[in-house]
């Protein structure tokens, strides 16, 4: 092996890496705020650039229907929770949230798509979607059953996930898509090219990792999230609206998933199912992070990455087993260091 | 006979079906499916419903039960029923091997790990030469009997649903026994369990295996009814099914899985035929259907549908009275001795900066009742829990009949006779009086898992039940006996861990607090039994709150307050001991 082959495998690995970190991060997100064990992230991934792909073709992606649809299922919800004291504020609250707003983000789609839409504004409408599909998946899934074990709600996280991906299916069809570029800049150092593009996955990742350390670690709106994970009962009863915590953290990741998205559709062509596997492997650096640690779920998103990418390379047929082998030893070193710790369940 | 009846008027039925004239081909082949399916999530009811330990990686079992049969018979031209106990064993290796990984791990990262390594199977499948790649192994040869070869789907049908039969019956045995009762107070913790001996680590492994054996067995079958395999229905997808499967039909319900096949399958098998028909020619819809219905159905109905049948039936099935004129093998006594039964040195626990428990040093004789009192958060849980193995010490020693047991586990501590009760009540709420209790005899039966299964255990079974009935008995709570164990008030729950104490035969009781939630006659109840255990032989050291219960009844009194002993001395003594004042009331009086 020389050394521009080592470099161009790193470079490859580091970028991928990223996106797990993104994705990885946002698992952490979620899981610390909701007990969530995320399997859908990879979904948010999928819907983000496919939706931004077939906008790029000019059409409206049916993921807008579906943020329709689930807003009506959420208003029906709501409605059904508060009928013993349905007060039109209420009422008028959950309407602007579940039915204006989707409809909004539906009327924009099909008043902005068209072949000549500058590239930002699909971006924006692509996260637009998704952010609204994460918020109301909360609303539906999750929320009704937010006090229960971590294992029912992984479960729970599992039929999303199929749901989903199913849907992807009807939306995109079997056959892959690419979306055009963010920029066509490109740089070069050494023998190495950085396109525009890998330069944002690494910008963004960066970005986010910061923007969630300093939101959970010094603001109180961080905190209170932090708190509904620890103990929900203890944070209503200083005032934390749970609710809400829970629908920022999806929405939060619903977003970084979509952002995953785009930012990779234009390098590789994505299928409706892409997501799941993509979503794992950020799962995989969740894991080694200990589903607490953003630093920590970085580098090991970063690791997973470059393994894959020198597996690909050495070992191609044997990639993604090798990939998921990984967190074999990381379960075993886990294991040793942390014996089981006294679960009260049920 | 009573519960095993039902179970035989299904196999009547089921072996009838084939012969009913006019039942489609068809429909032997969903009720295959069914079976297959079925065995797959039993295993997952085992470890998932009863145990607590979700896997998502029971289809990548299914894989190398199936891929074993495939390679040795194709290949190597084994005969099919040699390849039965290989595939089983390849099963069950592979899951020792990723259980000794996986089952020590808590709570979300077993599931998480099962994704993982069930996704990485399932793409070294897929890409191992020796097993064909994506293309997989075809030209299975068919299970024959002599010349008779099971060739059609309505002949290999009674061989997949034996294996249902007996692989249902062999559970049921297990649960009923003593392993299956640590195998069912695993889900509410291990410490309760350990307290009392089970080995909780080895019990997990072991339904681990369980499930993945009869996972293999699925494949195997799998395996001759198909005549091939390929990687697909042992993927991620596969998996995720077999749980929905076991959680549809009641995860904690051996039949319940049978059930939960039935509906799958039968579910899907619509699905399938009639939604491309109403949303066009579409693939896959109804996995979309699928996972709604998952979710929906764990907003409304978590427990399966099993449990909800079993509730409207107007049958309930009746139990087996304990002959409580079996014995059970006691401990033997050492003679009265001088050296002090329980003797605690200088035990101290420190957790970061906060010592817990400073230097603590006091002793427990033969037939003596010591109380352990102070304000709360003075340390008495905390030294309970070194005494008992559950914290192992930072310094000092203790030792029971002179073996140091400051760094034992608690299954060490058990053995040698110091049995206790916990402060929060932890009894498994969905058994009953006599099954939490018989848990406290573990270490006094021998029969094994395997022994279980084919009932070998009965005679040794007996005597347990034996044993826990009378001791139900002697503390009052023999009309409760059949009762589920979360039905009775925190009181009563606090005196059935007594029972279940009691059942080790123990030479030294801990009790936590036992008289918290009681009436003041079954306080004075209380008092009684535990004078007479007294009188009878036995030692109890008790925390307890009640200072009329607490002064009344020990004959000793040691006083923590912040970790550290204050005073110690007989009840007169400690009442008017003005360190103690100052403890309880702030000032002194």
């Known amino acids: 092996m020389n050394t521009t082959i080592m470099l161009f495998l790193l470079q490859d690995g580091i970028t991928n890496g990223a996106i797990y970190a993104l994705l990885g991060l946002a698992l952490v997100l979620v899981f610390a705020v909701t007990r969530v064990i995320l399997i859908p992230q990879g979904e948010f991934v999928t819907f983000g650039a496919l939706s931004y792909a077939v906008l790029a073709t000019g059409k409206v992606p049916g993921t807008a229907w579906l943020a329709m649809a689930m807003g009506l299922v959420a208003f029906a919800l709501d409605l059904f929770d508060a009928r013993r004291s349905l007060r039109l504020k209420r009422v008028l609250r959950s309407l602007a949230l579940n039915i204006v707003l989707p409809a909004a983000i539906l009327a924009l789609t099909y008043g902005l798509a068209g072949p000549k839409t500058p590239i930002a504004v699909n971006i924006a409408l692509s996260l637009l979607i998704v952010a609204a599909i994460g918020l109301f998946l909360y609303r539906i899934a999750f929320q009704p059953i937010a006090h229960t074990s971590v294992l029912v709600l992984l479960i729970a996280s599992v039929g999303c996930h199929l749901a989903l991906q199913g849907l992807g299916l009807v939306f995109f069809g079997a056959e892959g898509l690419r979306g055009p570029a963010l920029s066509n800049a490109a740089l070069t150092i050494g023998p190495l090219r950085f396109t525009g593009q890998s330069l944002a996955v690494y910008g963004l990742t960066i970005a986010f990792i910061i923007a969630l350390w300093l939101f959970f670690g010094f603001t109180l709106m961080g905190k209170a999230l932090r708190a509904t994970a620890v103990n929900r009962l203890g944070a209503r009863l200083v005032g934390i609206r749970t609710t809400l915590s829970g629908q920022i953290a999806f929405l939060l990741a619903s977003v970084i998933g979509a952002i995953s998205g785009i930012l990779i559709v234009p390098i590789t062509t994505l299928y409706y199912d892409t997501g799941f596997l993509i979503g794992l492997k950020g799962f995989i650096a969740a894991i080694i992070g200990g589903l607490v640690s953003y630093p920590l779920t970085a580098v090991a998103a970063l690791i997973v990455g470059s393994v894959e990418a020198f597996s690909s390379f050495y070992a191609s047929n044997f990639k993604e087993v090798i990939v998921f082998t990984l967190i074999l030893p990381v379960l075993v070193l886990r294991s040793l260091a942390a014996p089981a710790v006294e679960e009260e369940k049920d | ?589």
């Open chain 2, 1 to 589: 006979m009573h519960q095993r009846l039902p179970v035989l008027i299904f196999a009547l039925v089921m072996a009838a079906i084939p012969f009913i004239p006019g039942v489609p081909p068809f429909w032997i082949v969903l009720l295959n499916n069914i079976g297959l399916a079925a065995l797959v999530a039993m295993g997952l009811v085992l470890l998932t419903g009863v145990g607590g330990l979700t896997s998502f990686g029971q289809a990548a079992f299914c894989g190398f039960g199936a891929y074993t049969t495939a390679v040795l018979t194709t290949a190597y031209g084994f005969s099919p029923w040699l390849t039965l106990p290989l595939s089983l064993l390849v099963s069950g290796i592979a899951a020792v091997l990723l259980g000794i990984v996986t089952v020590r791990l808590s709570g979300h990262y077993l599931p998480l790990g099962t994704i993982a390594w069930g996704i990485g199977l399932f793409y070294l499948f897929s890409k191992l030469e020796f097993l064909g790649r994506n293309d997989g192994i075809s030209g299975i040869p068919p299970l024959s009997i002599g010349n008779f070869k099971m060739l059609d789907p309505g002949t290999i049908y009674f061989a997949i649903w034996i294996g249902v039969l007996i692989s249902a019956l062999l559970t049921m045995n297990l649960l009923d026994s003593r392993t299956g009762r640590a195998i069912r107070a695993l889900r509410r913790g291990h410490i309760a369990g350990e307290a009392f001996g089970v080995q909780t680590p080895r019990a997990k492994l072991l339904v681990f295996v369980y499930a993945a054996v009869l996972a293999g067995l699925s494949g195997w079958l799998y395996a001759h009814f198909q005549r091939a395999a390929n990687p697909t229905p042992f993927g991620a997808h596969a998996g995720i099914e077999y749980l929905f499967i076991a959680v549809v039909g009641g995860a904690g319900y051996v039949w319940g899985a049978v059930l939960g096949a039935g509906i799958v399958v039968v579910l899907k098998e619509i699905l399938q035929s009639y939604l491309p028909y109403i949303f066009g020619g579409q693939s896959q819809l109804e996995t979309i259907v699928f996972g709604i219905l998952l979710v929906v159905l764990l907003q409304l109905a978590p427990t399966g549908v099993w449990p909800w049948l079993m509730a409207h039936l107007p049958i309930k099935p009746g139990r087996k009275v304990p002959d409580t004129s079996l014995p059970l093998a006691k401990r033997e006594r050492a003679p009265a001795t001088a050296a002090a039964l329980l003797q605690i040195e200088k035990a101290r626990k420190q957790f970061g900066g906060v010592i817990a428990v400073n230097d603590v040093s006091f002793d427990v004789q033969a037939r003596e009742i010591v109380a352990l009192i102070g304000p709360n958060g003075a340390g008495k849980s905390t030294t309970f829990n070194l005494i008992t193995g559950v914290l192992t010490t930072t310094g000092g020693t203790i030792s029971v009949l002179g073996h140091k047991v400051d760094n034992a586990p608690p299954q060490e501590v058990v053995k040698l006779g110091v049995a206790r009760t916990f402060q929060h009540v932890k009894l498994v709420p969905d058994m009953t009086v006599l099954e939490n209790v018989a848990i406290g005899a573990h270490l006094r039966g021998s029969s094994g898992a395997v022994a279980s299964m084919f009932r070998l255990d009965r005679a040794d079974e007996a005597k347990l039940l034996a044993e826990a009935a009378r001791q139900i008995e002697r503390v009052g709570l023999g009309d409760q006996i059949d009762q589920l164990a979360g039905s009775l008030s925190l009181g009563q729950q606090r005196i059935v861990e007594i029972a279940r104490a009691l059942c080790v035969d123990p030479l030294l009781l801990l009790l936590d607090e036992p008289a918290a939630g009681l009436r003041h006659m079954e306080k004075q109840r209380l008092a009684a039994l535990l004078r007479q255990l007294r009188d009878g032989g036995m030692s109890v050291l008790l925390v307890e709150h009640d200072m009329g219960f607490v002064m009344d009844l020990a004959d000793r009194i040691v006083v923590l307050d912040f970790g550290t002993k204050i005073a110690e001395g007989t009840p007169a003594a400690i009442k008017t001991n003005p360190d103690v004042i100052k403890a309880y009331l702030g000032a002194t009086a």
